[in-house]
């Protein structure tokens, strides 16, 4: 690659393999899930793959063979192969950062050899996890003690985006594995209301801050790390407390000791991984005090077992590049908006919220690898709630509303915390759900139920809406490690067919300068002059204004 970037590839559209595709689409639209059923016995029997633990039923997709295989040539054409082998070789593949990416080094066995700039980077990372596993059981045992001398029972993670939404995410998923004497929050937000819940009912004495910053600089985090350190000096009456109530997790040492946390106290990470791709790093911290160094192992090894499977299977049976190429399908040629993620497990609930992240942050590009705009649609809307609440709120415009909203439906055949009949109830809805948004009901048989005429039509199914099933057995650490492996890497699959830069976020970037700028303008005098245009010129003068 030169300086100028990579060279140019053929525009996605003009592919032999997507023009195949359109004309596939243009044929298959017109057939319904009903009849692709009915005309294949072993539809059901075949559509799905297993890996990792995990099972994907996807016969419930508007695909063929024919579809999987263009859409398989598809991702060939595009260098898939190459790009996941760029992938774990360590190659610089985030290009606009010049940055290797490699979250899976963060997951490789002890005695891998991944190399960035000629250095393996598997010793660095297990000499972290070892110091994370140190300080974890350290806590977990009351052997660390506050600066008063009481052990702590408080953890309050402090950071945003990717420092934020995977440890709470992680935290809520694995709740059911935590130290149940421990307490554990989460500040992200600037809006000081978040730190003043968070903290209002503990005692400094007892509580432990974790600032989770990669760069250690970013505006929301420092603010509230400040307003954490002051709280708990004014507490425990002295800055010395510092040392027993803060550590750091990031890559910027400089930062952290200029905070006043003894780097010690610090647990690094490196520049080729991304924030959102950093749960499975020091960023865990918080992950491993809660389920300790065992249980994140444990993770660990599920992130590993589904980065080898789709290092190594054949695109056709390879779970996350079905997932991505599937998406890429009801994206780019059905014309979805938006994709629904549905797990029925009230432990999952904060997973939606984590995965908008990963997926959008990474695939919500404009221009492709080499900086000319996209021509066709990239990242979709990801969005979604555990089930079955979403039945009683949005789910009637997935299975009535005029817009297709393929969905992932993600369920346990067990469930962690039996309680009567509850567990069956749950996965009946999940079946159920899948059934009624790929066959619908026809007129037919609504007339049959005798339902008067008028009625008819408002009590139709369409059917014919996709849908994914994603089944293990259990919601446990190694799950729930290859359940975010499979949509990292299918992030990825996707990226790599649109060919755009999946690992950086330049869009943030604006809204974040022009903040800066305005915080001068807001803490200054009413009548200091304004230069923003007439409407941003107008609400800053009503917020400033003395009444
Ligand atoms: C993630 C993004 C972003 C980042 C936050 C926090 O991929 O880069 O969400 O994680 O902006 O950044 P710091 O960890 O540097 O505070």
Known sequence: MSEKGPAPIQALTARPSWKALQAHWNTLSAVHLRDMFANDATRGDRLNTEAAGLYLDYSKQRVTSETLGLLNALATECGLRERIDA??????????????????????PAGTTITVDGVNVVPEVQAVLARMETFARSIRSGDWKGHTGKRIRNIVNIGIGGSDLGPVMAYEALRWYSDRSLAFRFVSNVDGTDFVEATRDLDAAETLFIVSSKTFTTLETMTNAQTARAWAVAALGS??????????????????????????????????????????????????????????????????????????APFERNLPVLMGLLGIWNNNFLGAQTV?????????????????????????????????TVDAATGPVYWGEPGTNGQHSFYQMIHQGTRIIPCDFIGFRKPLNELGRHHDLLMANVFAQTEALAFGKTAEQVKA??????????????????TNTILADQLTPHTLGALVALYEHAVFTQGSVWGIDSFDQWGVELGKALAQRIIGELEAPATAPLTHDSSTNSLIRRYRSPN
């Not at 290009?95 to 080094?105: G, N, T």
């Open 87 to 108: 992938m774990f070789r360590g190659d610089k593949i985030n290009v606009s950062e010049k940055r290797a990416v490699l979250h899976v080094a963060l997951r490789a």
């Open 239 to 312: 800055n010395a407390a510092v040392a027993k109530h803060f550590v750091a997790v990031s890559t910027n040492a400089e930062g952290v000791a200029k905070f006043g946390i003894d780097t010690v106290n610090m647990f690094g990470f490196w520049d080729w991984v991304g924030g959102r791709y950093s749960m499975d790093a020091a960023i865990g911290l918080s992950t491993m005090i809660a389920v300790g160094p065992e249980n994140f192992r444990a993770m660990l090894a599920g992130f590993n077992a589904m980065d080898e499977h789709f290092r190594s």
């Open 340 to 372: 629904a993620v549905l797990p029925y497990d009230q432990y999952l609930k904060r997973f939606p919220a984590y995965l908008q992240q990963l997926t959008m942050e990474s695939n919500g590009k404009h221009v492709t690898l080499e900086g000319a």
């Open 449 to 466: 139920e005798g339902t008067p005429d008028w009625l008819v039509p408002h009590r139709v199914f369409e059917g014919n809406r996709p």
